[in-house]
């Protein structure tokens, strides 16, 4: 039996719908269902875990956190992202480290990112989950911080 | 199951890649000739949805993006 997983805010920002993210993977939830944030330039930058788990990919750029029953959030800073080859980021764990949700993984300088043109929102995804099994507890609008509870995913 | 040769044959065979890029969920390919890139061959090949932007063709395969962008490469 697996337990809901709680899924917090990785990066403290504003809440947007995966359907406002510029990107036509995310925004059509190809991956899986979930929210985004719009970062805050400062208060964003570091970047902690949206659940616990083992970080079973990590690109500077992005990320996937496995809750012990399988089921894995995947976390992206910013579109197009993959192009900058890890400028602006910095890693604080390695790949098949056991983290805790809120505890920092990245830090990004989002400021320098967005001068690149590129977006920095950042969609946090329930891979391969069935959009009914998501319930989201954060508003579109609202700001949040790792202290937020951005959605629950049902087992 | 994605078939690593099928979706390198979608993408107009190795003469037609410039670069393959895995991106966690998606591969990332920047391709000679946009036209060569055969999107339903793609999909039947595994992938989930293909996005065409320019010279730029994303596959999306899921999580085993890494994995099949391996194999692909071992094919070349």
Not at chain 1, 32 to 45: E, H, Q, S, T
Not at chain 1, 98 to 103: D, I, K, R, S, W
Not at chain 2, 40 to 69: W, Y
Request: a negative charge; one cysteine or more.
């Amino acid at each position: 039996m697996s337990a809901d997983i709680t899924v917090v805010a990785p990066v403290t920002g504003t809440v947007i719908t995966m359907a406002e993210v510029p990107d036509p993977v995310f925004s059509a939830e190809l991956v899986g269902p979930g929210l985004a944030i719009d970062p805050d330039p400062v208060l964003g930058r570091d970047v902690r875990s949206p659940i616990d788990g083992t970080v079973v990919k990590l690109h500077p750029h992005a990320f996937v956190v496995q809750a012990a029953d399988g089921r894995g959030v995947l976390v992206h800073l910013g579109i197009n992202t993959v192009q900058l080859d890890g400028q602006g980021f910095s890693l604080t764990v390695a790949e098949g480290d056991q983290v805790a949700a809120g505890q920092v993984l990245i830090q990004w300088d989002i400021e320098a990112i967005a001068e690149t043109g590129r977006s920095v929102i950042c969609p946090v995804v329930a891979l391969d989950a069935k959009p009914d099994a998501i319930d989201l507890h954060a508003a579109p609008g609202s700001h949040v911080t790792s202290e937020s509870t951005l959605l629950e995913w049902g087992a | 199951m994605v078939d690593p040769q099928k979706i390198l044959d979608g993408l107009g065979g190795d003469a037609n890649i410039v670069d393959l890029e895995p991106c966690i969920t998606r591969l990332r390919v920047e391709v000679e000739d946009p036209a060569q890139v055969n999107e339903s061959m793609l999909k039947a090949a595994g992938a989930i949805a293909v996005m065409k932007s320019g010279s730029v063709v994303q596959v999306i395969v899921g999580m085993q993006a890494d994995t099949i962008a391996a194999d692909i490469e071992d094919l070349r």
